[in-house]
């Protein structure tokens, strides 16, 4: 490889006999902006019903009522950061049960698993978030500015009237869509009708408009100007799904072995695809599916319906591209081997094919977690404790000596009610004969027990005492059991904790 001089030196220039080195190539590239076709099929169908389903789910969720009673909130779906709640129609969770939450991004990382190991990125495709709204923004865009072909010579014509107001039109559109995405979003942490009418009166929270914001603002972005790239450069989900299949998955598939060697329709010796195009003209990502798999493709089937539209106006059969699995797709090229194109070889190559095996070791492990996990949530909800009580000591001081000689320790005792009764407890103590149980600005029943109000679906606070008479030998640390009573006398919660004294002498013997 030869070498440039320069042509000149000047001051703080290198020798002029000195070699340049070539410039190195930049590992950037300029993104080639993708003008999918508009398409129409069963896969187009399907999508589009998918779609309706995530957006009416996604906006409609949030006005959904749910009666809990006097004093509730009436939303079905509610995070209620307030009250540190999380409300699912008749479910509700609290914060010491956030392993529930746990539990189901487990299920949904292992749902998500099983389903990429049979059928491919058929969640990439259909309906994850980025695909669901950047199918929407586009329609909105084929609606304003035309097809593919009107789009190109929009961009490339001048920047007329015509231009600003189309591309003014459908960025208007766009942000109408957005706020309403960032809106609904602020709604399942807000109540919907309230926080609506705050945010169009002006009178809702910085927080409410900060998020609201946010995710309008990232729908916009995403959705309207980063598409694809989101899904090549952004998602982490295209580098390891990989991991996820294997021969038997169902993926978009070009079958080579039918369309190669490529030709004019009418041509002798050639496969079925005539390099039209079209399933490149219809990708959301701008790839060719021809050259196989890639990183780019999100699965979405549509170049199947391209294909399919072009093979049916040719006459011949459809399916050169369709969902199809690896090792069929090898069987069928074995197959053909050595046979020239035309019906015998796509006859032969079709019967070469067989069943996927949607059981196999890698998923009956998916439904094996998935069946694990899932009988583990219904059991912790089913024997979830509706009534818990926690029993903190303090910490400082240990204990005090009272100035009859008695040994006092102070706790707070929590009641945390998950029902909506509040129907008073009886406090009731298990401790060495002797020591004594009081409870601050407590009532007392018939006997002189301690009685607890408790708030209906909340949380309650006592201040506690346990009082060791003087002359009694105390231990170091004694256990003591707290224990809540119903009306019968039946246990319904109880805790274990400490009384801690100033222990026996030195010469005393410890029991």
């Given at each position: ?79 209620d950061i307030t009250n540190a709640r999380l409300f699912f129609f008749w479910i509700e969770i609290w914060p010491q049960e956030i392993y529930f939450l746990t539990g189901a ?371 170091e640390d004694t256990h003591v059991t707290f224990r809540l009573l119903d009306a019968g006398g039946r246990v319904i919660a109880g805790e274990r904790s400490s009384f801690r ?11």
């Amino acid at each position: 490889m030869g070498t440039v001089e320069a042509p000149h030196r000047a001051k703080g220039d290198r020798p002029a006999d000195a070699p340049v080195s070539a410039a190195p190539q930049s590992l950037y590239a300029a993104r080639q902006k993708v003008y999918p076709k508009r398409v129409f099929g069963l896969v187009r169908s399907a999508k589009w019903a998918v779609l309706g389903l995530c957006l009416a789910f996604y906006y409609i969720v949030p006005w959904l009522r749910w009666d809990r009673g006097a004093g509730m909130p009436d939303q079905a779906v509610l995070v209620d950061i307030t009250n540190a709640r999380l409300f699912f129609f008749w479910i509700e969770i609290w914060p010491q049960e956030i392993y529930f939450l746990t539990g189901a991004l487990i299920l949904g990382a292992f749902a998500l698993f099983a389903v990429s190991s049979l059928f491919g990125r058929l969640w990439c495709g259909f309906t994850c978030p980025q695909t669901v709204w950047t199918d929407l923004f586009m329609w909105v865009e084929r609606w304003i500015q035309g097809d593919r072909n009107a789009r190109m010579k929009l961009d490339q014509g001048p920047k007329d009237a015509n231009y600003w107001t189309r591309k003014g039109l459908t960025h208007a559109v766009w942000v109408l869509i957005a706020a309403a995405t960032g809106g609904a979003w602020v709604m399942y942490f807000n109540d919907a009708p309230t926080v609506t009418m705050e945010i169009l009166t002006g009178t809702a929270g910085t927080q409410v408009y900060f998020f609201f914001a946010m995710f309008a603002g990232f729908t916009y972005l995403l959705a309207g100007w980063a598409r694809e790239q989101v899904c090549t450069y952004m998602c982490p989900w295209p580098r390891f799904q990989a991991a996820m299949l294997d021969e038997n998955s169902l993926v978009v598939t070009y079958r080579d072995w039918r369309g190669e060697p490529r030709g004019k329709a009418k041509a002798e010796n050639v496969g079925d695809c005539v390099d039209c195009y079209a399933c490149v003209h219809v990708c959301p990502t701008g790839i060719d599916i021809r050259d196989g798999q890639q990183l780019e493709c999100i699965g979405c089937g549509l170049c199947i319906d391209a294909c399919d539209s072009v093979m049916g106006k040719l006459g011949r059969p459809k399916g050169l591209i369709a969902f199809e699995t690896l090792k069929n797709l090898a069987a069928s090229e074995a197959a053909v081997a050595g046979m020239a194109p035309g019906p015998e070889r796509q006859a032969c190559g079709m019967k070469a094919r067989t069943m996927p095996r949607f059981v196999r070791p890698r998923t009956l492990m998916y439904a094996g977690a998935l069946a694990v996990v899932s009988l583990a949530m219904l059991l912790a909800f089913v024997l979830r404790s509706t009534l818990d009580v926690t029993v903190l000591r303090d910490r400082a001081p240990l204990f005090v000596r009272l100035s009859d000689g008695g040994i006092r320790n102070g706790y707070t005792v929590k009641i945390v009610n998950k029902r909506r009764d509040d129907t008073p407890l009886v406090l009731s103590l298990q401790a060495p004969e002797g020591f004594r149980l009081s409870v601050q600005d407590a009532a007392t029943d018939a006997q002189g027990r301690p009685l607890l109000a408790r708030r209906a679906d909340g949380i309650t606070q006592y201040r506690v005492f346990v009082t060791a008479p003087a002359g009694l030998r105390v231990r170091e640390d004694t256990h003591v059991t707290f224990r809540l009573l119903d009306a019968g006398g039946r246990v319904i919660a109880g805790e274990r904790s400490s009384f801690r004294g100033p222990g026996h002498d030195r010469n005393d013997h410890h029991d």
